[in-house]
């Protein structure tokens, strides 16, 4: 059974620093990997998706990498800002539209 | 714009009150699903459709239903809500293909009384 596992789970950062979130699955027979973004009481926002061919996707200040035989991914944020301030989930997608998604990282960068 | 669509934004009910969400696609997706989100925890997916196919998962309680009166709309039904469904109800598209990417929908904030 696919599980997945981000760490830390909160993360507090001065303005400007890069930082790096992580995210861990325990079975590498995923299709692809997706971030989100989600601020408070709201839908998720699609930010990267990496297929299982690839090793990773950039746009703009963030950059995902995978690694199916270890089974983590990483999203790296640089040069952050306080609008960067939500919570960071990943999504294991998986055979016959199982998706799941880790508890995610509650991020807060500080002006 | 494209985009998913969920209606209300908030949905105060009563303790076993039948309830039901909205969620419309104009992205013309095949597959649309229902997650549930409950405060500080990952979403969990309830059900999903490809086009009129309805697949449930294996833990969704019988109390929750879904109809797909067709490719744009999808309802989630709850026939009667507990305490313990109070939650963020989201919604979400993707084309079919076995990568293809979730688009999620802003959510149903649900409060049960």
């Known amino acids: 059974k696919q599980e997945v596992t981000q760490i830390p789970a909160a993360l507090s950062v001065p303005e400007g620093e890069n930082l790096v979130l992580n995210c861990s699955f325990t079975d590498s027979a995923i299709y692809n990997l997706q971030w989100f973004r989600q601020d408070p009481g709201k839908g998720l926002t699609s930010l990267l998706l990496?297929?299982?061919?690839?090793r990773e996707q950039t746009s703009g200040r963030l950059n995902a990498s995978l690694d199916k035989s270890s089974g983590r991914s990483t999203l790296y944020i640089a040069a952050s800002q306080p609008g960067d301030s939500a919570t960071y989930l990943c999504a294991g997608h998986t055979g016959g539209f199982k998706t799941i998604f880790g508890a995610g990282t509650r991020l807060f960068v500080k002006a | 714009d494209a985009m998913v669509i969920q209606n209300p934004r908030y949905q105060v009910t009563q303790f076993g009150k039948p309830v039901t969400l909205s969620c419309s696609q104009t992205l013309n997706h095949n597959v649309m699903y229902w997650y549930q989100q409950k405060s500080s925890q990952a979403p969990k997916l309830l059900f999903h459709?490809?086009?009129?196919?309805?697949?449930n998962e294996a833990d969704t309680p019988d109390n929750f239903q879904s109809r797909r009166p067709n490719t744009s709309f999808c309802f989630l039904d709850i026939r009667s809500p507990g305490l313990g469904d109070a939650a963020m109800y989201l919604c979400?598209?993707?084309?079919?293909?076995?990568?293809?990417?979730?688009?999620f929908g802003p959510g149903t904030r649900l409060t049960v009384l």
């Open positions: 979400a598209t993707s084309m079919g293909g076995r990568e293809s990417e979730q688009f």
């Open positions: 459709y490809y086009d009129k196919d309805f697949n």
């Open positions: 990496i297929q299982s061919s690839q």
